[in-house]
């Protein structure tokens, strides 16, 4: 393993962090008082059992995504974030999420087609789907909401297609009783991240591919404290019966 890390990317990527960090330091002329601050805060995070994760995911892993997309010729993707379960029930095409039918979730329809980057339909690709309750807690994470309620996975159609009945998530507060909080509230930021709807789209010979969309025009979509949005991905509703409905299509990548 770690022979294994210590290899010339390994050692470019180092490299380049500490030489940002020490711009960072001569411009902002940083005192050794202040590097001591940055210190215990860093230490203090390190303590506390899953901080340093959400710090680092809140405000890095997004960049990650910008790095891919930059390259792809794929959709756009985006943060996974940590509430990805394995094994989520396979869904049937135009078959139904399950939900908790006290929490009185508004239906929602999500389809769309899967394509590769020529354009041509993707049969058999996986679609992990998984999305907040109403309420805005995540299931087999939180207390009280069986792991296999508002997650599923879909299979697409020999013409690309799937289609499959949920209900509309809410906006996710993330934890800030801790540091990454405390960063958030130093930058005159919140710890909100819009209503969004989680996929992960795996096939063979395919690259994964991890993504959200969001609605339009709804609450903190200009300002995801993870600033997981891009334009590509903040999608409308179309109205069909009454229901409110979601396209959101897939161009996938080939595994290099
Ligand atoms: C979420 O639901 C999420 O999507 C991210 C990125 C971080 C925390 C919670
Ligand atoms: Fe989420």
Redesign the pocket.
């Given at each position: 393993m770690t022979q294994k890390i210590m290899d010339k990317r390994h050692n470019t990527i180092v490299n380049e962090i500490v030489d940002s960090i020490r711009q960072v330091i001569i411009r902002n002329k940083v005192t050794n008082t202040e590097l001591w601050l940055a210190i215990d805060f860093l230490n203090e995070t390190g303590r506390s059992e899953h901080e340093m994760a959400?710090l680092l995911?809140?405000f890095f892993?997004s960049t990650t995504c910008v790095a891919r997309n930059n390259e792809s010729r794929g959709s756009a993707v985006a943060?996974?974030?940590?509430?990805f379960l394995e094994g989520a029930p396979e869904i049937a095409h135009g078959g139904e999420i399950k939900t908790l039918a006290e929490e009185d979730g508004e239906p929602i329809i999500i389809r769309g087609k899967v394509t590769d980057v020529d354009g041509k339909p993707i049969e058999n690709v996986t679609l992990d789907v998984w999305h907040?309750t109403p309420v805005g807690t995540?299931s087999g994470v939180m207390p009280g909401i069986p792991e296999d309620h508002y997650r599923g996975k879909l299979t697409t159609d020999a013409d690309g297609l799937y289609e499959v009945r949920t209900t509309k998530p809410v906006p996710?507060q993330?934890p800030h009783d801790g540091n990454t909080g405390k960063i958030l509230e130093g930058l005159g930021r919140h710890a909100w991240?819009p209503a969004?709807i989680?996929f992960k789209a795996r096939g063979e010979g395919l690259l994964e591919h991890i993504t959200?969309v969001y609605f339009e025009g709804e609450e903190y979509v200009d300002s995801d404290c993870?600033t997981?949005v891009c334009d590509e991905l903040v999608l409308g509703f179309t109205n069909e019966n009454g229901v409110k409905v979601i396209t959101k299509n897939f161009v996938l990548d080939a595994a290099a």
């Open positions: 959400l995911q809140a892993e943060i996974e974030g940590p509430y907040s995540y996710y993330i991240r969004h989680h959200q993870c997981g």
